[in-house]
């Protein structure tokens, strides 16, 4: 039986290319049936994660989803401590629903995970990536900067994000970036904590 995952993100560019970026776990029988992130560009704390998974089980109440994943951009920060934000979330939805929330994050940004899949990420962009370092991604700072530069003229939408996802390979991103690693654990077996 497939395991149904919905993910709660922070923005658009996240929802259009998580579910390429993860599409490879329905071999497993993994799907990530729907990402939900917050209306109008509204920031994701506890109460706007506490609403956006109540609406999504309460909208499935037939069949709720296996689990939610709550992706995080913790910006630089320490993963635990961005992680001790969310501690009364499971609380605040009750024991059934509590029960199904895993935590993932993204070190610096989304974009951040599709330097490291070097190869492809250029030949999408057609150029070189500089002087950015796609060995360790989840340490490049600001990398959403670095791609619009790398894009030119071409603006960076969550349109092209999602193309660029398209193109990438998650098994060589969750090789390189441990936070990648981290997200897909989650959504394919989940963790509770943050490693």
């Given at each position: 039986?497939?395991?149904?995952?919905?993910?709660?993100?922070?923005?658009?560019?996240?929802?259009?290319?998580?579910?390429?970026?993860?599409?490879?776990?329905?071999?497993?029988?993994?799907?990530?049936?729907?990402?939900?992130?917050?209306?109008?560009?509204?920031?994701?704390?506890?109460?706007?994660?506490?609403?956006?998974?109540?609406?999504?089980?309460?909208?499935?109440?037939?069949?709720?989803?296996?689990?939610?994943?709550?992706?995080?951009?913790?910006?630089?920060?320490?993963?635990?401590?961005?992680?001790?934000?969310?501690?009364?979330?499971?609380?605040?939805?009750?024991r059934e629903v509590g029960a199904a929330i895993m935590y993932a994050y993204a070190q610096?940004?989304?974009?951040?995970?599709?330097?490291?899949?070097?190869?492809?990420?250029?030949?999408?962009?057609?150029?070189?990536?500089?002087?950015?370092?796609?060995?360790?991604?989840?340490?490049?700072?600001?990398?959403?900067?670095?791609?619009?530069?790398?894009?030119?003229?071409?603006?960076?939408?969550?349109?092209?994000?999602?193309?660029?996802?398209?193109?990438?390979?998650?098994?060589?991103?969750?090789q390189r970036s441990p936070s990648f690693k981290g997200f897909l654990d989650a959504v394919?077996?989940?963790?509770?904590?943050?490693?």
């Amino acid at each position: 039986m497939t395991k149904r995952v919905i993910v709660i993100a922070s923005g658009e560019t996240e929802r259009r290319a998580v579910p390429h970026l993860v599409s490879h776990l329905q071999d497993s029988g993994v799907s990530v049936t729907d990402v939900r992130i917050p209306p109008r560009n509204g920031a994701l704390n506890v109460q706007m994660a506490e609403k956006l998974i109540k609406a999504a089980w309460y909208a499935n109440a037939d069949t709720p989803p296996d689990k939610f994943v709550l992706l995080v951009d913790v910006d630089g920060a320490d993963p635990e401590k961005v992680q001790r934000t969310f501690t009364n979330l499971s609380e605040r939805l009750g024991r059934e629903v509590g029960a199904a929330i895993m935590y993932a994050y993204a070190q610096w940004h989304l974009e951040a995970w599709y330097f490291a899949d070097a190869e492809n990420l250029r030949e999408y962009i057609k150029s070189a990536l500089g002087k950015v370092d796609t060995s360790s991604p989840d340490r490049i700072q600001n990398p959403k900067h670095h791609l619009k530069q790398l894009l030119g003229s071409r603006v960076y939408t969550a349109r092209v994000s999602e193309e660029i996802a398209e193109t990438l390979d998650a098994r060589t991103i969750a090789q390189r970036s441990p936070s990648f690693k981290g997200f897909l654990d989650a959504v394919r077996n989940g963790s509770r904590e943050i490693d």
